[in-house]
């Protein structure tokens, strides 16, 4: 079937089997191809047909899908303006104009915002993390906080059990006749 279909070729970088890697070798019977980190993964040709495969370079280029949080006392529009203005201030952002940003949900302590932007696929990888570190130092010029989630540890505490002692003594009082 890989062969037939060729839904992938040697070079190509793919998510398959749940894992992200570049093809290093096809066979009749298994695929191998290399993570980012260096392993070298091998995987049976009836698996790669049979689960979901992506193929990140298949296309020139590749859409990038980032989500950051807000304060909800922050100003949302001028978040936004933010994000569209660090991303189009990317030299290697393509198609300034198909640049899109948005409120994606109000979360349970944040507003979460979207920024889709495409990049030439090769980029992608460098495009993301120079966006990401961009719209923290933008945030942090205008005022913008990225909340976190807290926790706060509440120790519940029993009360204290009278002992047939303190209960006797509690029940004498000093009266005046």
Do not use: C
């Not at 070798?25 to 392993?39: E, Y």
């Not at 990038?64 to 030299?91: C, K, Q, R, W």
């Not at 519940?156 to 006797?168: F, K, L």
Request: net charge negative; charged share 25%.
């Amino acid at each position: 079937m890989l062969a037939i279909f060729r839904p992938f070729r040697i070079g190509d970088y793919v998510t398959l089997s749940g894992m992200e890697g570049e093809i290093t070798d096809i066979t009749p019977f298994r695929t191998t191809f290399k993570q980012i980190d260096n392993k070298v993964v091998s995987v049976t040709n009836d698996k790669v047909w049979g689960d979901p495969l992506v193929n990140h370079t298949r296309q020139t280029r590749r859409r990038l899908d980032l989500y950051f949080d807000i304060s909800y006392d922050d100003n949302m529009d001028h978040a936004l303006e933010t994000l569209l203005g660090v991303a189009n201030g990317h030299p290697r952002v393509l198609a300034k104009d198909e640049t899109w940003v948005g409120v994606h949900a109000l979360a349970d302590w944040s507003v979460r915002l979207r920024l889709r932007a495409f990049v030439a696929t090769p980029e992608f990888v460098q495009v993301r993390a120079d966006i990401t570190k961009g719209v923290k130092e933008a945030f942090d010029r205008e005022g913008i906080s990225i909340p976190f989630p807290h926790q706060v540890n509440m120790a519940y505490r029993p009360p204290a059990q009278h002992t047939s002692e303190q209960a006797s003594q509690s029940d004498i009082t000093d009266t005046e006749d």
